[in-house]
């Protein structure tokens, strides 16, 4: 079955501190990989998305993240973090068995805590 | 442009009533999915628009759920009758990419609450 999984529920880092939240994923076949962020009081926001090619993935805010497929991961990463970084992140991989939709299956959400 | 907006922000119902959200996509956007975050856990799929067709609606949970898109434009979502297990926050999203390739325009989600 198809699934993606957010070990940590919460991480905490220091501003300027370079930040992960790690995300892995079980599909068979290539995935199509994405990071969404949710701000307190909106919705959830695109970042970026991992379809093909170059395995380390630029998005928005600074955001990058890494698509590892011998460890089946896609972990998100900043180099240094900002306090308005502090918001909840979801990794989404798209449901291959519903063929060419938009349909995603969401990881359980980490809860990213950047302290001044 | 306007993203996507959702009605009402929050609502709280007592078991066996009747609660119907509203979603407004992004103008154009053919492709409109309803999510729902249930107690803090991960946000799962309900149903898939394109135009006022349903693609796929494999996660709408029981016949209590009932869709619709006419028109093609807003979509509606009634739970009737509610009940505890139906809190959570219900997310619309809404998509012109003609790929499908997941991007997705999310709204701010209703949050139903079932006393």
Redesign the interface.
Known sequence: AQSVAQPEDQVNVAEGNPLTVKCTYSVSGNPYLFWYVQYPNRGLQFLLKYITGDNLVKGSYGFEAEFNKSQTSFHLKKPSALVSDSALYFCAVRDKGSGNTGKLIFGQGTTLQVKP | EA??TQFPSHSVIEKGQTVTLRCDPISGHD?L?W?RRVM??????LL?FVKESK??E?GMPNNRFLAERTGGTYSTLKVQPAELEDSGVY?C?S?F?R???????????SRLTVL
Request: negative net charge.
């Open positions: 993203g996507v492709n999915y999510y803090g856990k991960e946000i799962k799929f898939h693609q796929d494999s997310f999203a998509s990419d790929r499908n390739t997941g991007e997705l325009f999310f709204g701010e989600g």
